[in-house]
C-alpha cells in the first residue's frame, strides 16, 4: 500500500473530520501519501483531488462538518460514472481507498470493492441506521444537539402550559428520536419503528395535565410524520396550546463530542492498518467498547435491530 485515498459521501456528520485527520496523519506515519477526494464519488468522477500532508488536517478534529466536501452522487451507480471514477483512481495511483459515510456511500464502498479496488468503510451519518454497526460518527453530537433544542423548547412550553412536537431527523431509523426522548424526558417519542394511535397520544398528554404537568414534549421522528400534522391532530383533539419545530440541520453541524472524535480518530486508523495489511472490502463498526470489522457483503445483507428495551424505558420513565 503505497496510495490511498479518502472521501467523504452522503449527509456530512460531526467527527468525519477527526476521521480524515486520522487517515491522514496515521497513512504518512507508516509512509503511505494519502489523496484527499473532494465532495465524494462525485469528485472522484470529476477527478477532484488534492495531496494531503501533515498540515491539511492541522486545526480539524474539532470542526463539524468535513474539510473534503459531501455530494450524493446518481452518476456513481452508473456504468458510466463508475468507469470514470475506476479509471481517475488508476491514473492516481492509489491502490486502496477508504469512504466514510452512512448506507449510500457503503453501497458505493461495495462498487470499488466489486470493480477490485480495496476499500475500507468508516461508518459517519447522524441518523445511527446501519444495522451492523451499535453507534455511528455524528449519532452522539446530534443526540446532544437535539436535547439542548429540547432543554430551551420545554422552558417556554411549560410557561404557556403547551404540548410541543418537536421533529428530528433520522430518515427511516427512530433513533435520534428514541435516544434524545429518553435522554431529553420527553414524555412521548414518535418513531418509524412502533406503528402510534393518535388517541393514545392525547390520552397521555391529558392524563399528564390531571397530574398537573405544565408541559409535554413529544419527539417524533422525521420518518414517522410531519411536525406540524401531528401538532393540529393533537390541538383538535384536547383542546391544548401546542406547537411544533422542525430542528432540521442544526442537528448535522457543530463541535463534534469526545465520543465523536476519539471513535473518529481510532477508526481512521484502524482503516489505514487493515489496508496496510492487505484486508480488503471490510466496514468497521463498534459494539460496547470494542471497534470491529465486518466483511462488507455481510455488514450490508444485515437487518437493523430495533432497540425495544430503550424504547420500552422511555415509556415507563415517562409515566
Ligand atoms: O442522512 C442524514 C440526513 O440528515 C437525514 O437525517 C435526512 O433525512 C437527510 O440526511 C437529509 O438529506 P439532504 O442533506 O440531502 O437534505
Known amino acids: 500500500m503505497k496510495k490511498l485515498g479518502v472521501l467523504t459521501s452522503g449527509g456530512d456528520a460531526p467527527g468525519m ?25 462525485k469528485g472522484l468522477i470529476d477527478n477532484e483531488s488534492i495531496e494531503m500532508n501533515l498540515s491539511s488536517v492541522a486545526d480539524i478534529i ?11 452522487s446518481k452518476e456513481f451507480q452508473e456504468e458510466e460514472g463508475l468507469k470514470k471514477a475506476l479509471n481517475n483512481i488508476k491514473y492516481l ?14 453501497r458505493g464502498a461495495q462498487q470499488l470493492c466489486e470493480s477490485g ?30 436535547l439542548e433544542s429540547v432543554e430551551k ?10 404540548t410541543n412536537v418537536i421533529q428530528v431527523m433520522g430518515r427511516n431509523c427512530g433513533d435520534i428520536a428514541l435516544y434524545a426522548g429518553l435522554a431529553g424526558g420527553a414524555e412521548m417519542v414518535i418513531l418509524p419503528e412502533v406503528p402510534y394511535n393518535i388517541d393514545e397520544v392525547c390520552d397521555k398528554i391529558m392524563q399528564g395535565r390531571a397530574r398537573g404537568k405544565k408541559h409535554s414534549i413529544i419527539i417524533l421522528a422525521e420518518g414517522a410524520g410531519e411536525a406540524k400534522d401531528i ?24 463541535t463534534p463530542s469526545a465520543f465523536d472524535r476519539l471513535l473518529g480518530s481510532q ?43 430503550t424504547y420500552e424505558l422511555t415509556k415507563i420513565l415517562s409515566i
Do not use: W
Open 93 to 106: 495511483g492509489i491502490d486502496g481507498m477508504v469512504v466514510i459515510g452512512g448506507d449510500g456511500t457503503f
Open 117 to 146: 479496488i480495496p476499500t475500507i468503510g468508516i461508518p459517519g451519518t447522524i441518523d445511527n441506521d446501519l444495522p451492523y454497526t451499535q453507534y455511528t460518527l455524528g449519532f452522539f453530537t446530534a443526540l446532544t444537539t437535539v
Open 62 to 72: 474539532h470542526r463539524g462538518g468535513t474539510i473534503l466536501g459531501s455530494a450524493r
Open 231 to 254: 401538532s393540529e391532530k393533537i390541538r383538535e383533539k384536547t383542546g391544548v396550546g401546542t406547537r411544533y419545530s422542525v430542528l432540521g440541520y442544526t442537528q448535522r453541524g457543530g
Open 267 to 309: 477508526m481512521g486508523a484502524r482503516a489505514v492498518e487493515l489496508l496496510k495489511n492487505s484486508a480488503e472490502n471490510k466496514l468497521l463498526g463498534i459494539r460496547g467498547n470494542e471497534i470491529f470489522d465486518m466483511d462488507i457483503e455481510e455488514a450490508l445483507s444485515k437487518e437493523k435491530e430495533f432497540d425495544l428495551s
Open 17 to 41: 473530520n477527526a476521521a480524515i485527520r486520522s487517515v491522514v496523519r496515521y497513512g504518512i506515519y507508516n509512509n503511505i501519501n494519502v489523496i484527499g477526494i473532494k465532495n465524494g464519488y
Open 153 to 162: 423548547i420545554r422552558d417556554t412550553s411549560s410557561s404557556h402550559g403547551r
